[in-house]
């Protein structure tokens, strides 16, 4: 019978323990979800990256994700020139696509830009600092690149698309873009593309994701006179 009573306490206490440490680990998860919330507020989405997703994304302490937002969030609007690509088959394609397209021959300028393929690149997300130790650590430069094609008109067509290059502190994934809006009187395209940016934050025992939506708005003129300032973009 003491057997049985030393069992049965045995299996309570274990039982007492795991449910502690269940209230315990449950608790530490909502004052992570509280600390990423007293920075962003009520806007994107939480939740606990699993693990595939932390070896796809770069992972921040609380006070690096604090630094690294408040940069992310920041308005900004670059200006940039745009360079040919020639012997691209991805113009040459596009530009087949849109042949059926409504002419604009009435506007054509001579000041156009050759038709073709073009590449434009923005230092888009500079660099964030964090003292650690008393010393400043330099982290999180990205280099924002955008691909797009035009037709003899000036008209960007066909889907132009943006990429992130350098050292890291968010994972970027393409949503969707708008249509083309084009200003044939003064050759200038614009559009918008929208993207989900995702990142880690690595709180104790728990990483969590927070991701929101982007939306980067582009102008792209396509007169000659305007090559230094081919492109703008702005996110606000």
């Known amino acids: 019978m003491k057997k049985v009573s030393t069992f049965v306490l045995s299996i309570c206490i274990l039982l007492f323990l795991s449910s502690c440490k269940k209230e315990s680990s449950t608790n530490k998860k909502d004052d992570s979800i509280t600390m990423v919330?007293?920075?962003?507020?009520e806007s994107g989405r939480l939740f606990t990256l699993d693990e595939q997703n932390i070896d796809n994304v770069p992972l921040l302490s609380i006070n690096e994700f604090k630094l690294a937002y408040k940069e992310f969030k920041r308005p900004k609007k670059f200006s940039g020139?745009?360079?040919l690509k020639q012997n691209d088959n991805t113009a040459i394609n596009s530009l087949k696509k849109t042949s059926s397209t409504k002419a604009f021959d009435e506007y054509e300028e001579d000041g156009t830009r050759p038709a073709g393929y073009y590449h434009a690149s923005f230092p888009f997300y500079v660099s964030y600092y964090t003292s650690v130790n008393d010393n400043v650590l330099q982290q999180g430069f990205y280099t924002m690149h955008l691909d797009f094609n035009t037709d003899k008109y000036g008209r960007v067509t066909g889907n132009p698309t943006i990429s992130f290059t350098g050292i890291g502190f968010f994972s970027w994934t393409y949503v969707n873009s708008s249509q083309i809006n084009f200003n044939s009187a003064n050759t200038t395209s614009t559009f918008t593309i929208t993207g989900t940016n995702l990142f880690g934050i690595q709180l104790g025992g728990f990483t969590l994701g927070w991701t929101s939506r982007s939306n980067y708005y582009?102008?792209?003129?396509?007169?000659?006179?305007?090559?230094?300032?081919?492109v703008k973009v702005e996110q606000n």
Not at 37 to 41: L, S
Not at 222 to 228: C, I, L, N, T, Y
């Open 37 to 41: 919330r007293d920075i962003v507020g």
């Open 218 to 230: 582009f102008t792209v003129n396509m007169d000659s006179d305007f090559e230094k300032e081919a």
């Open 81 to 83: 020139i745009a360079e």
